[in-house]
């Protein structure tokens, strides 16, 4: 016979259990894929989250900046050297005329010798939308010159400015985020593949291919990182293509950043290594090879991943580094590295701030993988409560 709670519901003869929803909610929590709890724990970390939400767009960005950009890489503009950034406005005295710009005339100040830049209030110009512009690769493949947003005729459209030779650092911020994003993901591959497979050999087999691994990796660990890149970057031939220059950097990259990984993996191999269900295959006859991708490494995944996120940035960094010192990427190739190396003279940036523009991404991007990185770190960790 049901009976009615003091909270208005009805149960059962049997004594009430005010737990029970909660046990239930657990028992679906077992009983629930291990990706959906890294998720539900994910989603709690606001700053990871909201850091993957915007590294997910700008890398989906990267195939259609050609058509974001409202110049070209390289298109320059010798009547306006040094303009300062143009801001996008709406209403000319009051009233609403759609998106427009002032347009800018330039001049020399011969007693300074600074370009002055004057914008013209009494002539708004409207921008236009689904333009064409100079010619680009859509996706790398592709051939298109249309632009989502155009400069008016006869005048100019620089959003951050221009640079010492008159190109839009904007549209050369799009551009370079294509070699300065992508350089992380070449570099982390090569490093893993390389960490993985000496840190798991040596982990596993431990004897002599320990002795020998482990002598490898404290050699390198020994050597001064930025002297060994500029050592390797400046062997590099000069007539190199930038495309054969980018990859070559990517490779220098991930073959120095192997070895701290290297050693993360073979320490955990050497405790994984005598677990009982790691014997129980190897007693079964299965080989060396299959112990270790498909009962070892599964137990170690969360950790590389965590791992991955946290050492893009590095990468990031180290292109942008080798760049500005002018041994990375060289013109016409457009990274933030080599807008960070035009824009190394203190005294043009005391005179034309918006000239360092181009280290806000990178600032942005490495914080933005740091928080994604200690989010996956805490949402993929089993002991963390």
């Known amino acids: 016979m049901n009976r009615e709670h003091p909270d208005g519901r ?103 010798f600074q370009w002055v830049v004057k914008p013209d209030y009494d002539d708004p110009r409207r921008l236009r939308f689904f333009c064409e512009g100079a010619e680009f690769r859509l996706a790398g493949l592709i051939r298109a010159d249309t632009h989502l947003v155009c400069a008016p005729a006869g005048a100019t459209l620089f959003l951050w400015g221009s640079d010492r030779l008159g190109r839009d650092i904007f549209s050369r911020i799009l551009f370079g985020a294509q070699l300065s994003l992508t350089v992380g993901l070449i570099g982390i591959t090569v490093s893993f593949v390389l960490g993985i497979f000496f840190g798991s050999v040596a982990g596993y087999f431990g004897g002599r291919i320990d002795w020998v691994i482990n002598r490898a990796i404290e050699i390198l660990r020994s050597l001064p990182e930025l ?61 060396s090879g299959r112990v270790i991708k498909r009962h070892l490494l599964p137990n170690f995944m969360s950790h590389l991943i965590a791992s991955a996120a946290l050492s893009i940035p590095a990468m990031i960094l180290g292109e942008t580094a080798l760049s500005f010192l002018g041994l990375g990427l060289r013109a016409p190739a457009v990274s933030w590295g080599v807008m960070l190396n035009d824009a190394q003279n203190l005294a043009n940036i005391e005179i034309y701030p918006w000239t360092a523009i181009p280290m806000l991404p990178i600032i942005v991007v490495v914080l933005a993988f740091n928080f994604l990185g200690d989010g996956l770190r805490d949402s993929l960790d089993p002991y963390q409560q």
């Not at 801001?87 to 009051?94: D, R």
């Open 10 to 112: 009805y149960v059962d003869d049997a004594p009430y259990d005010p737990g029970a929803s909660l046990r239930e909610l657990d028992r679906k929590d077992l009983d629930a894929p291990n990706w959906v709890l890294v998720w539900r724990k994910f989603k709690t970390h606001r700053l990871g989250l909201i850091s993957g939400v915007f590294l997910l767009f700008c890398y989906l960005m990267l195939p259609f900046v050609g058509f974001i950009a409202p110049y070209g890489p390289n298109d320059r503009d010798a009547e306006h050297i040094y303009s300062p950034p143009q801001g996008v406005k709406l209403f000319h005295e009051g009233e609403f005329i759609g998106p427009f710009i002032y347009p800018l005339t330039s001049e020399a100040d011969l007693e300074t």
């Open 227 to 287: 002297p060994l890149w500029l050592a390797l970057s400046a062997a590099v031939p000069s007539n190199w293509s930038p495309v054969a220059v980018f990859f070559i950097i990517s490779i220098i990259l991930g073959i120095l950043d192997w070895p701290g990984l290297a050693r993360s993996v073979r320490a955990k191999f050497l405790s994984l290594r005598e677990e009982e269900y790691v014997r129980a295959a190897e007693m079964m006859g299965a080989s």
